[in-house]
């Protein structure tokens, strides 16, 4: 607790002789929940829009030939530029290249950060998508 928000604490309880108890705990977004591509697309043939996210770091997006039709590339620490750029109601899925799905896990926290807790990172990322024989695109 900073030193102007523990003054203010002290003075109200000093008036009001009230016990208050305060915690300092910041709030922390849950880790996001990994879905599986069959998962995805179970979603997507039953007729549920789902909004994809590449999250891979731009080294990684610049030299890649494919992403996953229609996804918004929006990689690790540039959540906040972008954020606009996702519904907020839509289920999301991130997905990158990385081993343990290290910056699609990493975008999906910081947009759920930006109240967009329904965003998950694909399990097994772009390889899983491809190897279920699921779409791709050229960039």
Request: aromatic share 6%; with cysteine; glycine share 6%.
């Amino acid at each position: 607790m900073d030193a102007f928000v523990r003054r203010q604490v002290e003075a109200i309880l000093h008036r009001t002789r009230t016990l208050v108890v305060i915690s300092t705990m910041r709030w922390t977004p849950m880790q996001a929940v990994p879905i599986t591509a069959q998962e995805v697309m179970q979603r997507l043939d039953a007729g549920e829009a789902v909004i994809f996210v590449d999250a891979r770091p731009q080294p990684l997006w610049d030299n890649a030939p494919l992403t996953i039709p229609n996804a918004i590339h929006i990689p690790p620490g540039a959540v906040a530029d972008n954020v606009g750029k996702v519904a907020r109601l839509l289920p999301i899925v991130t997905y990158c290249t990385l081993p343990e799905a290290g910056a699609s896990a990493e975008v999906a926290r910081e947009l759920a950060e930006h109240e967009r807790a329904n965003a998950r990172p694909l399990l097994g990322g772009l390889a899983a998508w491809q190897a279920a024989g699921y779409p791709v695109a050229p960039k």
